[in-house]
């Protein structure tokens, strides 16, 4: 399982270096998002359209990008803690069980 | 995916909240049943919605020379059953409408039903095909979540096409340019959400195997592979 893991992670890496590399190459790339260009779409599509609601609260563009950090963190904080979890408990028992308990 | 603030005219907003309410709502019942019957998987639970949440907050460069993101809704789907990740999503999605002004109130019903059911219900039926056609269970999960992902995204663009058709090719030469604006980005990323979804299911039947016997969604191969 772990062999398999590595060469997966790895070759979900070289994918995104890969893209990143491709990428940078075309012209005018300026790694923007798909979420905006779409809305971009929308105002080439509809020139009239006018957004009628807007964000209750936007965050100023650093405290932002702390906020992305902060959602990350909070997924792989409890991702890693039931990982880390798990991995100790079937250690705890492989011990137990040399012990002859 | 995300479908901004104010960019779907009231109507369709109204609509496509409408369509994913029962959904969310049946989701809410099965996660509450979930956790009053099998409390022992909570924390499985726990970490399948965090897994979407790290992954969906993580913006990754393409071959496009864009940015997108996956959105790690696959993996529960598989474990719990495509119902179960309306709630996680729907979670997910006002976290980022709220705080990140990413996404949007008024399109929340619009981007759940994308991201949250589509794009699980899509894993879910895949995976069972590939297991019904015998294919490896490690490529059964990667296909799952890697058209999960590609579905959630056509459908983002199916959503806006209705709501902006094209004056002269109608919804549907509309539909070919909101894809044709998500598609090829999400291709390599849709593949990394495929192996990492793989990385953490071949780590759950290394080390979970008694809570994945608990689940009644899983697919009889997951669990009769694990390693007793």
Redesign the interface.
């Known amino acids: 399982?772990k062999a398999?893991?590595s060469w997966?992670?790895a070759?979900?890496v070289a994918?995104?270096l890969?893209?990143?590399l491709?990428?940078?190459r075309?012209e005018?790339?300026?790694?923007?998002?798909?979420?905006g260009?779409?809305?971009a779409?929308?105002a080439t599509?509809?020139p009239d359209?006018q957004?009628?609601?807007?964000?209750?609260?936007?965050?100023p563009p650093e405290v932002?990008s702390g906020?992305?950090?902060l959602?990350?963190a909070?997924?792989?904080?409890?991702?890693g803690y039931?990982?880390g979890?798990?991995?100790g408990?079937?250690q705890g028992q492989r011990k137990r069980s040399d012990a002859g308990d | 995916m995300h479908i901004t603030e104010g960019f779907l005219p009231p109507l369709h907003a109204a609509a496509w909240t409408a369509v994913s309410l029962p959904f969310v709502a049946v989701s809410v019942y099965r996660v509450n049943r979930l956790m009053r019957e099998k409390p022992e998987i909570k924390l499985l639970l726990a970490a399948s919605g965090a897994f979407a949440f790290v992954i969906s907050a993580l913006k990754l460069p393409s071959v496009t020379g864009s940015c997108s993101h996956a959105t790690g809704t696959g993996l529960g789907a598989i474990l719990f059953g495509p119902s179960v990740m309306a709630l996680l999503g729907t979670i997910v999605l006002a976290f980022q409408a709220m705080l990140l002004a990413h996404g949007g109130i008024t399109t929340l019903g619009a981007n759940v039903f994308s991201m949250a059911i589509v794009g699980p219900w899509v894993a879910y039926v895949v995976l069972r095909a590939a297991q019904g056609l015998q294919a490896p269970l490690a490529f059964s999960v990667f296909l799952a979540a890697m058209l999960g992902d590609w579905a959630t995204y056509l459908t983002t663009a199916g959503q806006l096409a209705l709501a902006f058709s094209d004056p002269i090719s109608g919804v549907a030469g509309s539909f070919l340019k909101f894809a044709g604006v998500f598609a090829p980005t999400q291709l390599p990323l849709a593949v990394v959400e495929g192996l990492l979804t793989v990385v953490i299911v071949n780590f759950l039947r290394e080390y979970s195997s008694d809570e994945l016997r608990n689940l009644r969604f899983l697919p009889k191969t997951l669990v009769s592979e694990v390693r007793l």
């Open positions: 399982m398999r893991n997966l992670l070759l979900a994918f995104i890969a893209s990143v491709v990428g940078s075309r005018g790339a300026e790694f923007a998002g798909t979420d260009q779409a809305m779409a929308v599509l509809s359209y957004p009628w609601f807007d964000f209750i609260w936007e965050p932002a906020l992305f950090a959602q990350a909070l997924g792989a904080g409890v991702l039931y990982l979890f798990k991995r408990q079937r």
